[in-house]
């Protein structure tokens, strides 16, 4: 491309990266989308002004830009376009804590477990945890407005971004909020950018909340016949608590992790439930006793508390650990759906019903608190028909997830592997009132084409 080499010249040396084998490495997100094209060049930006430059060179050029940022997303939304650029945001690291009005004011390539330590140094902390929290970034999360194992109580990415500053798609650099905890002045074009993958402008620098930090949490595991009897006790909880994490692994999840990485687990569980509760004092001790009420009566077979936060937290780890141990066991289909916490339990018996129907594996794990499930869908990639047995089950869990009045995406997002579903979702007339605002912000049609919409 003739053009590239005044984008090569407009940016210092290093900045752009042209050779094939580095080009190659920025193809794929987590999600290895065999869609996924080849870039005609990487932008390794290490400031907005860089982006900017960047993005109005595309602008001028027609050339798609795919925004990225650790390349830890499930759902494609990172895939490279072809004869597009990557830009990825991986340089942009510096995070300052101000911690009078409880805020961090980070760069999108700052990694969320690095906010979390920044924040930890003023007794505050970040709470939005992805499973992936040592190795995602704040701008991939702030993309897919990503959620995690605290988001029952605490909340998703959304609930902490008070600002962002955006480069829209004609390279206009915007302001949007500041440290205000309140601010209702103007249209909500913050909240707009959040959840957007990269669609309607990059995030080039997030102010988020603070909050000060919890207190250590008692732990209580719970060992079930089945999912579905986990299910029913978490449903019992949520009629009265919230607590601070109630995690679920189903059988496969749960030996996956013990062959991968042994933690003790009960191999012959239908399924855990790992539940925290970092109340103070006495209503800790109290929402633990409710907790373990509701799993007695629900037909658990063994309850253990620990109000031991080491032990609590290998219990957590072993919870984190699925998505790589699951994925050491073939290739992978990652979901994320999720199902208004009543029925979770209809959610996971359809899930399990699709894996034999396609005689596929799908360990399956969940942000049980909030009804958001991740079913790992794993074949053999070298196995054309068990690969597509495994994308009918993918498809068929997505409608499964639709005629429950849930959602094809917790916190993961669309991106691309999962587009095809997101009108049946959503509906005609919201389909294009989406597409109306994304013409709006990008008539050119140049921001992450193929993702989403």
């Not at 997303?73 to 804590?97: T, Y």
């Not at 600002?163 to 949007?176: F, P």
Request: hydrophobic share 45%.
């Amino acid at each position: 491309m003739e053009a590239l080499a005044e984008l090569v010249e407009s940016l210092p040396a290093g900045v752009v990266a042209t050779d094939p084998a580095t080009v190659a490495t920025y193809r794929f997100d987590w999600s290895k989308d065999t869609g996924a094209g080849t870039p005609v060049a990487v932008v390794r930006a290490e400031d907005a002004g860089q982006v900017q430059t960047a993005v109005r060179w595309a602008a001028r050029h027609r050339v798609p830009v795919v925004p990225r940022g650790a390349g830890s997303g499930l759902s494609g939304g990172a895939s490279a376009v072809d004869g597009g650029i990557v830009l990825s945001l991986e340089r942009m690291r510096a995070i300052e804590i101000d911690a009078d009005c409880q805020v961090a004011v980070v760069e999108p390539g700052a990694l969320n477990a690095e906010v979390k330590a920044a924040s930890r140094q003023h007794g505050l902390w970040y709470p939005p945890d992805p499973s992936s929290f040592e190795i995602c970034s704040i701008g991939g999360n702030v993309a897919t407005n990503a959620g995690g194992l605290c988001c029952v109580k605490y909340g998703v990415t959304t609930d902490y971004v008070l600002g962002l500053d955006v480069v829209l798609a004609d390279g206009t650099l915007v302001t949007l909020g500041g440290k205000r905890i309140k601010d209702v002045a103007g249209l909500s074009l913050l909240k707009l950018f959040v959840g957007s993958e990269g669609t309607l402008g990059i995030v080039t620098r997030a102010i988020l909340r603070l909050v000060p930090v919890p207190l250590p949490p008692a732990t209580l595991v719970a060992s079930f016949g089945s999912v579905v009897d986990a299910a029913r006790a978490v449903v019992d909880v949520r009629r009265t608590l919230r607590p601070s994490m109630m995690e679920l692994m189903d059988r496969a999840s749960i030996n996956a992790v013990e062959d991968f990485s042994p933690r003790g687990l009960d191999r012959a569980a239908g399924a855990l439930l790992v539940v925290q509760s970092d109340a103070p004092g006495d209503a800790r001790v109290a929402e633990i006793a409710v907790v373990e009420a509701a799993c007695l009566a629900a037909g658990a077979s063994e309850v253990v508390v620990t109000d031991d936060p080491a032990e609590g937290e290998m219990f957590v780890e072993a919870r984190r650990m699925a998505f790589p141990a699951v994925e050491a066991r073939g290739a992978l289909l990652l979901e994320d759906v999720g199902a208004p916490v009543p029925l979770l339990p209809d959610l996971l018996a359809a899930v399990a019903a699709i894996a034999v129907e396609h005689d596929v594996e799908i360990p399956t794990v969940a942000h049980a608190g909030d009804g958001n499930t991740h079913p790992i869908i794993v074949y053999d990639a070298a196995d054309p028909d068990s690969e597509r047995r495994a994308r009918l089950a993918f498809d068929d869990i997505l409608r499964a997830a639709i005629r429950l009045g849930g959602t094809i995406t917790g916190e993961h997002g669309v991106g691309r592997t999962k587009k095809g579903a997101l009108p049946e979702q959503l509906g005609e007339d919201v389909m294009a009132l989406s597409r109306r605002v994304k013409d709006a912000l990008d008539p050119a049609g140049i921001l992450n084409p193929g993702a989403v919409l």
